[in-house]
């Protein structure tokens, strides 16, 4: 790491380093070069079509350009319009509200979600748990914030959720710091696309209420977050686990970072909302004064056209009944595309962390950035990670879902014989 030079010691940045970012500009390169036929560009975190180009939802955008400029122009209320902080909460929980005092704040994406969550529920230096295949920015933000992380193995040999390592954490972190806030990035998890199983939510929940009262004197702040929730389960089978996580103890907190960014396909727009579930009155309180506190130190206030839009469309029931269509239409083709790596990668046994749903299919190996660059020689992008590939069916049609497994086995094994 560089000496500081103006910035604060604690301050200095390499620049450059985001792996996503710096493989996606060789991936647009080599497209322009020779075509996007021959390229697999799996770098992008987003809905994209067959053709690569961006899925933008026309329930969203005609809404979004039929609204007159002041509601577009105008600034949000600090805490976010409040007929927004209605719909956000329907739109989050839909039929599956949880026992609780629940309150909504705007924040810009479910970035600005966990950035709350990170900066209030924790303290200065504190670390804050993670799985240990997770969404890079945690780390970030935990760092801007000036907070640690931890990881814990997020599988177990069953490739399903790691309970025995996730309670070892819990009262590691909690035994050190008298609280503790662990992320759980669920329903399909970025970058592995597992979801936590009801029964397996269950037994988070009878642990952290067992601790909690073991415990009353520390604080357990649990922070799920939905980034892609609605491309899970079948209706709204993916959000019955919020039912399981309500009537907590009066020291469990659960937030939900809510993000429509991939939901309503709203990504540049910047909206979301954190969201607390409260065992008391109180603590739903302090939770609004500190979050809308934290909008006004942070960013002020979010996009007053983004919220108008989702105001709109959960107000008027062929609106909605319309988006809902679009997301479900694109789920299935994800979903299509998804499975078709995964029949692939069965066939030749590339073998892959259990995915369930999701924009992305991660690939364990020994040498991601190597087996990255070997698949660049392919015209093939695919995201190297700490622990593996991440592969993303959320960018790249069925039919090169289908060859990419093929080619993602043959780099790992070329790997393996280089070193
Ligand atoms: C796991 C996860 N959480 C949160 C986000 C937040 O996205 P945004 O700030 O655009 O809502 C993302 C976006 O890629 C994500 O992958």
Not at 83 to 108: H, N, Q, V
Request: glycine content about 6%.
């Amino acid at each position: 790491m560089k000496k500081a030079q103006m910035v604060i010691e604690s301050s200095v940045r390499e620049g450059g380093t985001d792996p996503i970012f710096r493989i996606a500009g060789e991936a647009a390169k080599r497209t322009r070069e020779c075509g996007s036929e021959a390229v697999i560009n799996s770098t992008i975190g987003a809905l994209m079509d067959d053709n690569g180009n961006l899925v933008t939802f026309k329930a969203v955008y005609d809404t979004l350009k039929a609204l007159p400029n002041h509601l577009i122009a105008g600034y949000a209320g600090l805490a976010g319009q409040p007929d927004f902080l209605e719909k956000i909460i329907e739109a989050c929980f839909m039929t599956c509200k949880p026992e609780g005092y629940i309150r909504s704040i705007a924040t810009p994406g479910g970035t600005g979600a966990v950035r709350h969550a990170f900066y209030n529920y924790t303290e200065f230096g504190d670390t804050i748990l993670l799985t240990d295949w997770y969404w890079a920015p945690y780390k970030t933000i935990a760092h801007e914030n000036r907070r640690e992380v931890k990881t814990f193995p997020m599988y177990n040999e069953k490739g399903t959720f790691n309970l025995e390592a996730y309670k070892e954490s819990v009262l590691e972190l909690l035994e050190k710091q008298k609280r503790v806030l662990t992320v759980l990035n669920t329903p399909a998890h970025n970058p592995t696309g597992y979801t936590i199983s009801d029964d397996e939510w269950k037994a988070i929940v009878a642990f952290i209420t067992e601790t909690a009262k073991d415990q009353p004197d520390s604080k357990i702040i649990i922070l799920v977050d939905l980034a892609y929730i609605d491309f899970a389960g079948e209706g709204e089978d993916a959000r019955n686990f919020m039912k399981i996580l309500g009537g907590m103890p009066h020291n469990v907190l659960t937030l939900y970072a809510f993000s429509t960014s991939k939901s309503y396909t709203m990504y540049g727009l910047r909206n979301g909302a954190i969201i607390c579930v409260a065992p008391t009155e109180d603590i739903a309180q302090e939770f609004v004064n500190t979050c809308t506190y934290s909008n006004r130190g942070s960013w002020s206030n979010g996009t007053r056209g983004a919220m108008e839009t989702i105001t709109k469309i959960f107000s008027n029931e062929e609106l909605h009944a319309q988006a809902m269509a679009e997301q479900s239409f694109y789920k299935c083709i994800l979903r299509r595309r998804a499975a078709a790596f995964v029949e692939e990668a069965r066939k030749i046994d590339l073998p892959l962390v259990t995915y369930c749903d999701g924009f992305f299919i991660s690939i364990p190996c020994d040498h991601p950035k190597e087996a990255s660059d070997k698949l660049m020689e392919k015209n093939t992008f695919v995201v190297a990670l700490g622990k593996g590939l991440r592969f993303a069916p959320c960018a790249v049609s069925e039919e090169k879902c289908r060859r990419a497994p093929d080619l993602i086995l043959e780099a790992i094994k070329e790997t393996e014989t280089c070193s």
